[in-house]
């Protein structure tokens, strides 16, 4: 049975800093695309940033700016989103999720439905 777990969101200043961790059970981590996504209150999820199998590729949505990175750690079965300079837009509940597939990073960013398992988020919050 795959479980995908994310973690380390909560409440955070304007300005600050916050990394979410998401952790895979039950699928072999190192032959998946990971991925983060999010869904603020009342918007369609959108894409953050996606990461190829072995962490050499990356991928991120425009609207980054460079603020956030993805990364992975394969020997722990974990994804990470690292995120600076967080601000009230940014405010949304966060998803993880795997893929397998051969596709660009760009086009799976762009395809939330072709994902094979999801997490069942993460809050953040930017507020002062």
């Known amino acids: 049975q795959v479980q995908v777990v994310e973690s380390g969101g909560g409440l955070v200043q304007p300005g600050g800093s916050l990394r979410l961790s998401c952790t895979a059970s039950?699928?072999?981590?190192?032959?998946?695309?990971m991925g983060w996504f999010r869904q603020a209150r009342g918007q369609v999820r959108e894409a953050v940033a996606c990461?190829?199998?072995?962490?050499?590729?990356?991928f991120y949505a425009d609207y980054m700016k460079g603020r956030f990175t993805i990364s992975r750690d394969n020997a722990k079965n974990t994804l990470y989103l690292q995120m600076h300079s967080l601000e009230p837009e940014d405010t949304a509940v966060y998803y993880c999720?795997?893929?397998?597939?051969?596709?660009?990073?760009?086009?799976?960013?762009?395809?939330?439905?072709?994902?094979?398992?999801w997490g069942q988020g993460t809050q953040v919050t930017v507020s002062s």
């Open positions: 999720a795997a893929v397998r597939s051969d596709w660009p990073l760009s086009s799976l960013l762009a395809t939330p439905n072709k994902w094979d398992y």
């Open positions: 039950g699928l072999t981590f190192d032959d998946y695309v």
């Open positions: 990461i190829n199998e072995d962490g050499g590729k990356t």
